[in-house]
């Protein structure tokens, strides 16, 4: 089976410092790992995915994320918080056949100026 | 359209009327998904279609609820016999194809509250 356990459901900080998004996930198979981000009224919209390629993914709107393997998470990170950033933030794991993709419990970031 | 539309954006009902969510995926788009999102909750997988199949229904919460996609596109997600416990916000999403690690296009969700 798989899931994902989101560490915070609640991160705060300023604008202009480090984001740190805390994904730890589980899986039976060799993951396929992603993240998304919700905008108030808006739709999830894809940040970045790992599918077996570079252990280090680049996103959009300077994100990032580093598979670890030995620590089974995928934290999502980027140096420098813009207000623009602040939303709710999704990882997610899916099925070894991509039929399923089952999301954390989400983090809301909220960035101070 | 250029996204994927769902209607209604709000419905309110009284608890043990049937309720109709509709989702119209992204022109072309094989794969289609629906997904609940309750209060501080992440979302919760209900169920996804190849085409008009769903090989996997066991998401779907109670025998209350049911989908069907007819032609390949539209979706709809019924619900009957309202429980409190329903409200929540349904998300639809499409991708391009089904069994690939595409991107999901969420639509902005219909929410149902159930009184």
């Known amino acids: 089976a798989q899931s994902v356990t989101q560490l915070d459901s609640h991160v705060s900080v300023s604008e202009g410092t480090p984001v740190l998004l805390r994904c730890n996930y589980s899986s039976s198979y060799s993951p396929s790992l992603f993240w998304y981000v919700q905008h108030p009224n808006k739709g999830l919209q894809l940040l970045l995915k790992?599918?077996?390629?570079?252990?280090l993914v680049k996103g959009i709107n300077g994100f990032e994320a580093e598979f670890k393997k030995s620590e089974t998470s995928f934290h999502l990170t980027k140096p420098s918080a813009h207000m623009s950033d602040a939303a709710e933030y999704f990882c997610v794991v899916s099925d070894p056949n991509f039929n399923k993709f089952y999301f954390g419990s989400g983090t809301k970031l909220n960035v101070k100026p | 359209g250029a996204g994927v539309s769902q209607s209604p954006s709000n419905k309110v009902t009284e608890k043990g009327k049937d309720v109709e969510l509709r989702c119209d995926p992204i022109?072309?788009?094989?794969?289609l998904y629906w997904y609940r999102q309750s209060l501080g909750q992440g979302l919760e997988f209900l169920i996804y279609f190849q085409g008009n199949s769903a090989p996997d229904k066991s998401g779907l919460p109670s025998d209350r609820f049911s989908a069907e996609r007819t032609g390949g596109s539209v979706s709809t997600l019924t619900i009957q016999r309202t429980q409190q416990e329903d409200s929540a916000v349904y998300l639809c999403a499409s991708s391009l194809l089904a069994g690939v690690a595409g991107e999901l296009f969420f639509g902005e969700g219909s929410r149902l509250t159930v009184l």
């Open positions: 022109s072309g788009h094989t794969a």
């Open positions: 790992y599918t077996s390629a570079a252990t």
